[in-house]
């Protein structure tokens, strides 16, 4: 914890050297470098549990603050990830795990407990805690870029004869930029390959594996190209009663809004009405964010428009895969979401595993994604999300995004395999 009965703190408030700006010219070259070495530790350090290893856990949401300011208790997120202090049940392991401000010591402890046949006083001695003791809205990143000390200390917590990785929550050039500083490499995807997990790369790589996907546009840039994306959905299915708008960098469904077409007019000219009417049906999923600054970040960041998936019987499941470093592709699990907010666009829960009706199938999809990304270059955590309805006694499944970073469903998953050793198999759709 955050004293010296529990584990080692360092802390260093000093913003001097500040690394907002732009990396250096040749920093993807010599990441890339970098991740080129992370096979070898892949392949014979993870297997053995014996092996002298440091994780460096950056529990960072680098990610749009404004809408993120938008998620309710996102100062907590960054404990999302204590999950990985079970790595810890490994006795030559080392964790540091990094934060913008400190954490409860009872957290910690309560974690510890959990460990299977190591003293907490053990895991205390491998485990470094490391806070900015700043709770400002800046991503936690950004705020160790901005700590030349703090990132001194923590290359100095890795011991000599350790290898050493970095996992983090998602992966910027900020992430990269701390990984080229402490020359180690992530388990996570190279920021230069992003934009597949964008909604608009979404869209394109679904169809590429001949999934399903709603009727709609992407790799629009503006309010006009949405209103006519809008406009054009809506004549060719007349019956449409709502679409989807999504920013390509949302976050818990917050980049999203839902414009709702019922309307007992006869309308006659479809541009004109959804132009006019925008700002009063379009209702967006974040709090307080206006119409204005929602189109700014549409405009900023690119977005979608899509038909909003209709169904008596409709659920949302996810699956969550894996892409490893020696390339093999593995589906770790399938979810039904639990969703709320408006039209059902946030994310709240989940049940795991899937509806054995349809686990298997949406696992083989998600299957042929990750192969997809993999090829791509693709490396880590990622989900991809389904809207899936029962179509008369057959479920039809509707691919809605790819998410390139840990989410809502990583941190219970991987509690459950520490505390249990079990495996998901995703062809039955069991785990045991």
């Not at 907002?20 to 053995?48: N, T």
């Not at 529990?59 to 100062?75: H, R």
């Not at 800046?138 to 200390?153: A, Y």
């Not at 979404?202 to 996907?213: G, K, T």
Request: aromatic share 10%; charged share 25%; glycine share 6%.
């Amino acid at each position: 914890m955050q004293d010296d009965s529990t584990a080692t703190l360092y802390a260093v408030p000093e913003t001097s050297g500040v690394s907002s700006l732009p990396p250096i010219s040749d920093e993807s070259a010599i990441f890339k470098g970098i991740q080129e070495r992370f096979r070898e530790q892949f392949e014979k350090a993870f297997p053995d549990k014996l092996a002298p290893k440091t994780v460096v856990i950056l529990p960072s949401l680098t990610l749009d603050q404004e809408i993120l300011s938008k998620v309710k208790g996102v100062v907590h997120y960054e404990e999302r990830l204590l999950c990985l202090l079970m790595l810890l049940r490994m006795p030559r392991t080392h964790v540091i795990y990094l934060t913008s401000t400190t954490i409860d010591p009872a957290i910690i402890d309560y974690y510890l407990h959990l460990l299977p046949g190591i003293t907490g006083y053990h895991a205390l001695q491998r485990l470094t805690l490391l806070s900015c003791y700043d709770a400002s809205s800046k991503s936690l990143t950004e705020k160790i870029l901005e700590r030349p000390r703090l990132i001194e200390r923590i290359r100095k917590s890795i011991p000599g004869d350790h290898v050493a990785h970095m996992a983090c929550f998602n992966v910027t050039p900020y992430e990269r930029t701390l990984a080229v500083k402490l020359n180690i490499p992530i388990f996570g995807c190279d920021p230069d390959l992003l934009n597949l997990g964008s909604k608009s790369s979404s869209r394109q790589i679904f169809r590429e594996c001949n999934l399903l996907v709603p009727e709609g546009y992407e790799d629009l840039y503006s309010k006009q190209e949405a209103i006519d994306a809008l406009v054009k959905l809506k004549l060719q299915n007349p019956a449409l009663r709502k679409a989807v708008v999504k920013i390509n960098d949302g976050f818990s469904g917050e980049g999203n809004a839902l414009f709702y077409f019922d309307t007992s007019e006869d309308i006659d000219d479809w541009q004109g009405w959804v132009t006019e009417q925008l700002t009063e049906r379009l209702k967006i999923v974040a709090d307080d964010l206006s119409c204005e600054n929602f189109f700014a970040k549409f405009k900023e960041m690119g977005g979608i428009v899509e038909s909003f998936v209709e169904g008596d019987i409709k659920e949302s499941p996810s699956v969550q895969c894996r892409i490893d470093p020696d390339g093999n592709c593995r589906v770790v699990s399938t979810h039904d979401q639990l969703l709320g907010g408006e039209g059902g666009q946030v994310f709240l829960g989940a049940y795991f595993p899937a509806q054995p009706a349809y686990a298997p199938e949406i696992g083989a999809m998600g299957k042929q994604v990750a192969e997809s990304l993999q090829q791509k270059g693709v490396l880590g955590r990622f989900a991809v999300d389904f809207i899936s309805v029962l179509d008369n006694s057959s479920w039809k499944h509707y691919a809605i995004e790819i998410n390139l970073r840990k989410g809502g469903t990583t941190h219970p998953l991987l509690m459950l395999q520490f505390l249990t050793d079990g495996e998901y198999d995703y062809k039955k759709g069991i785990y045991s």
